[in-house]
């Protein structure tokens, strides 16, 4: 991905503290909570009448990458993506990240730049400061490790244990694209693996190899949410497919749930690459996995509120208990949910 | 170092989800400031009129730890003080974590149950919440990653950046036992490689062995200085050695300093096993690393409040910027400091 760059520095060249100043000489502060960014012991942090909210994710590469088909820039914004969709599925608002990153000696300090560029452009994006972090070596491959903070008034945030039997169960976006990008990705490496030469045409698959490389967490829906005066009972983000996420929710609320399979909304795009890969378009929104869409449920009757919203799909309702968790097929059919999100363990064992 | 054990769990078995919630079900909030600990995307946290203080620290296998001689246990309580020492450093109270993992299938669970009863250990001794995390595979090796928050009032705390000419510099404890102690290790798994049934006799080690693979943070010393009635001009915690630590309070205060060598505090046995090993105990000191002792400058005028204390030794005092930074020998030459500290780039490049 980044071997055929001119210029090659390596790590030790810089030394620990000279790559930290190096990669870390463009941060920017701008959130007003951010008192004391990096450069010290620990970041300081003021938030007035608010709770802070704080969560962390670990990407590993040959785990959750594969570099052949992901460029470092892109794995950058993507980290950073994972985290803050945590925040907003706590109906709050991001406001800072620390950046820990380990790499071994294969990795020129222009690659970390790269990797750098798309972390940065992210925070921009998105409104957070990254305020500290660790860079490290280390002995095989490449691990980023984020933690994202974020604040929000307390009676706005949503867990994930408030839904309530016959709550409306709603979904952003669409689903499924993430993975079936990553379904194209991987067949184009088969492919380049046979014959180097080979060019591929992914233009036909924009849309959703963008979802799986460049993937956007949804900033927008706590505000949209505030906008029409919503407050979800329960929420979640899509980080691991529909299925795991609905069985998240009905678990620590203790409700169960009924999903209409006519009702999840798929991309045209998703719904032809199925075709052509063969494979059921509603395992993969089941299942698949890296959308970061939020999941939420709401009481009926805010139903008013959120109709004809282009954003919001109503997909379900929450059900007693004791009802447990089903997908209603188009054939009128009732399957039991069953956890088939993506598994990093079961990934690697298999 | 975990293959003697007689029940081996593979991570599969388990799932990702699975062994968070193995790993975490004996997990206790304590602190008020723990409105939602783990089982949702963020932790939720809320501090009356206090500053946040938000550090990471990533440790790597094979580049920040070797298992051959660190056993998991003691491995899971040194990270959390990696992290713990950086929020004391602000002179401020650790309040929470959140502990990211990454371990390749070659450890079993049990393997991951020594760890995590470390971290909890030094969670429990530090009175810090474990309020999030992650758990994946790696493709290689053991790699740990932690936040740490932790709270202040807004005057209480303490930055690099605040010395000024003629403050004292001061340091807690001792210093350079936990590198001698890693020296005392290294040979041992040499001898163990010879011999492998050589039984060591680590008995005449044991302060500096204990330094290396169970440093304790100095939670101690914020309420020592607020007892004191002493509020620091600038603080750092020694992780990478005195001289390393010298040269950023010198570089983030602007500010030369004057350390000198009779003044630094060791430990008799870091002075015996340092002849017995032929070497320097002064370079030990400047360059080991891993004490976890805090560093700071007072103003003179304080001198008073810390005199005596056993807990604090007066090993030097800030000059102006342009006089540069120096150690002051025994034989009242005047040399100047360099960064020596562990760099782990350079590690890896040798």
Not at 216 to 244: F, N, W
Not at 262 to 285: G, H
Request: glycine residues 6%; hydrophobic residues 40%; proline residues 4%.
């Amino acid at each position: 991905m980044f071997d055929n760059k001119d210029s090659k520095t390596n790590l030790s060249e810089l030394g620990e503290f000279g790559l930290i100043d190096h990669l870390t000489r463009f941060v920017e502060i701008n959130q007003p909570s951010t008192k004391t960014g990096i450069g010290d012991d620990a970041a300081v942090l003021h938030f007035e009448d608010e709770e802070v909210v704080l969560t962390t994710d670990m990407l590993v590469e040959g785990v959750h990458f594969d570099l052949a088909y992901m460029p470092l820039k892109h794995l950058g914004y993507k980290a950073v993506m994972v985290n803050l969709s945590d925040v907003y599925a706590m109906n709050a608002e991001a406001t800072q990240i620390t950046v820990s990153i380990a790499a071994s000696n294969r990795f020129p300090v222009e690659a970390l730049e790269e990797l750098y560029s798309g972390i940065l452009l992210a925070a921009k994006n998105y409104k957070v400061d990254l305020v500290g972090g660790d860079t490290t070596s280390s002995t095989a491959g490449l691990i980023i490790s984020i933690s994202a903070v974020g604040k929000a008034k307390k009676e706005t945030i949503v867990k994930r244990s408030g839904a309530k039997a016959n709550d409306l169960l709603v979904v952003t976006g669409d689903v499924g694209a993430a993975y079936m990008g990553l379904q194209v990705l991987e067949r184009e490496k088969q492919v380049f693996k046979v014959n180097p030469n080979a060019q591929p045409d992914l233009e036909p698959y924009s849309y959703i190899v963008e979802r799986q490389l460049k993937p956007e967490a949804r900033k927008d829906i706590p505000d949209l949410l505030k906008a029409l005066e919503v407050q979800p009972t329960s929420m979640i983000d899509i980080s691991d497919g529909l299925s795991s996420e609905i069985i998240h929710l009905c678990k620590s609320s203790k409700t169960g749930a009924n999903l209409f399979e006519e009702k999840i909304p798929l991309d045209p795009a998703v719904i032809s690459v199925c075709e052509e890969f063969n494979i059921d378009s509603t395992m993969v929104a089941l299942s698949g996995g890296e959308d970061y869409e939020l999941l939420f449920t709401l009481d009926q009757k805010d139903f008013d509120k959120i109709k004809g919203n282009p954003n919001l799909t109503v997909i379900g309702h929450m059900t007693e208990e004791n009802e447990g968790m089903h997908l209603i097929t188009r054939a009128n059919q009732k399957i039991p949910i069953k956890a088939r999100g993506w598994n990093s363990f079961e990934d690697e064992a298999e």
